[in-house]
DNA sequence: TGAAAATAGTATAAGTTTAAACTATACATA
DNA sequence: TATGTATAGTTTAAACTTATACTATTTTCA
């Protein structure tokens, strides 16, 4: 076990404003998106297919960051609400194409916008230009690092 | 609705990136706490006790940014592992004293260190320490940003 | 070709999260 | 002091997450 000084560990300097942030973020959003009558992750589904003609589960899963396993629940639920629907795709017997129904669309054109102008607000009266690109920057190169193996 | 260039929008130039920095970060940590035969939040209790002589509920919730109702049920099971134990408070009946036992201190003192040794080398490959108070001040903000009501 | 390996989606179980309501106790103040 | 209000902790129900395993297909390649 290294000797360290706590105090400066780059670890636990950054872990809780990570998570503050993080969690102060969403909740200001997930207070929005709940009011719309989705959850958050529902809402995470129906914005990504924004322009899309449909996507298989596995390509979902890539592009929200939520878990395969999760999406099964998650879009059974929407299914439920009439907002997606699932579609054989032709080549292959095992995947299934997910698209927006018309009433999906609909609630997409409304609610995605409005929570981007929602967020945003709060991102330009805390950051400047420089800084969100500054901060886009470390935070790719934080998620990069722990993706690798470390050095040590 | 304003118009808005989305591909300069700093609410979706940040969210990514954080949301990916984020599980990379917890992915790389989550495996080894779970190789110890805790699940996060149960370490994040347990690393929160350190040199504490125990905490009340709500301390405690504050502490971990866990939600007071989530806590009842991660208590209960730290419990029936032997590794905290809930004490009633002199003055007032309706509070309870949580603190490690014996064998939570034990563990304590080989995982906190153990779990920092672990995620430092991933943050000091990605960034400077110039880089790390930077990080931690844009994120400061974010968080102080959303916590305050939106200036529009 | 035909068996092994990979892939798509689903299922399962344990634990967590959230919002909301509830119980018991303490505090405030009229 | 009585009564309303706040607080500590728990409970509930619905949804989600994670790891793991399973079914049905496709792909690979010996």
Not at 52 to 65: F, I, K, N, Y
Not at 89 to 99: F, S, W
Not at 125 to 142: F, P, R, V, W
Request: glycine share 4%; with cysteine; hydrophobic share 40%.
């Amino acid at each position: 076990m290294d000797v360290f000084d706590l105090k400066d560990d780059p670890y636990l300097k950054v872990l809780r404003p990570l998570v503050e942030a993080y969690q102060a973020i969403f909740q200001v959003g997930d207070r929005h998106i709940r009011s719309m009558g989705l959850t958050p992750p529902q809402f995470d589904v129906v914005a990504e297919f924004g322009a899309t003609t449909g996507m298989t589960c596995v390509e979902l899963s890539q592009a929200t960051l939520l878990a395969k396993a999760s999406l099964t629940g998650i879009i059974d639920r929407l299914e439920a609400k009439k907002l997606i629907e699932r579609k054989t795709v032709p080549n292959d017997r095992r995947a299934t194409n997910i698209r927006l129904t018309r009433k999906g669309e609909n609630l997409y054109r409304k609610i995605f916008p409005a929570q981007a102008n929602l967020m945003r607000p709060y991102f330009e009266q805390a950051l400047t230009k420089q800084e969100i690109t500054a901060l886009q920057d470390m935070l790719s190169q934080l998620r990069n690092s722990c993706r690798r193996e470390p050095l040590s």
